[in-house]
């Protein structure tokens, strides 16, 4: 199994930045790609943004593109998610996620292995 632990949340005022960090232990190994989604209050987990392990394609979505950055270090098993230019509509629990599967998803379902989440408040 995976183990991933998520850090880095906390409160921002707009305009801001955050670093979120996500530390994988386990069988990491059979994890082809890695993930960041957030899910805000009353609404559905969505994507934010991917990255795989070995080459480092990554793949943002359209509301972060431009404004975060996924990144990971293999030495230590770990992603990272630098959030600049934050908005209050960035607002959200933030999750990392692992799946074995070569193609990239943005459909939360296909993920393999969760984290806990880390929340992240940007104020107005």
């Known amino acids: 199994q995976v183990q991933l632990v998520e850090s880095g949340g906390g409160l921002v005022q707009a305009g801001g930045s955050l670093r979120l960090s996500c530390a994988a232990s386990?069988?990491?190994?059979?994890?082809?790609?890695m993930y960041w989604f957030r899910q805000a209050p009353g609404k559905e987990r969505e994507f934010v943004a991917t990255?795989?392990?070995?080459?480092?394609?990554?793949y943002y979505a359209d509301s972060v593109k431009g404004r975060f950055t996924i990144s990971k270090d293999n030495a230590k098993n770990s992603l990272d998610l630098q959030m600049n230019s934050l908005k209050p509509e960035d607002t959200a629990v933030y999750y990392c996620?692992?799946?074995?599967?070569?193609?990239?998803?943005?459909?939360?379902?296909?993920?393999?292995?969760w984290g806990k989440g880390t929340l992240v408040t940007v104020s107005s």
């Open positions: 996620a692992a799946s074995g599967g070569m193609v990239i998803t943005t459909q939360p379902a296909r993920m393999d292995y």
């Open positions: 386990g069988r990491t190994a059979i994890t082809t790609r």
């Open positions: 990255i795989r392990w070995i080459g480092g394609t990554t």
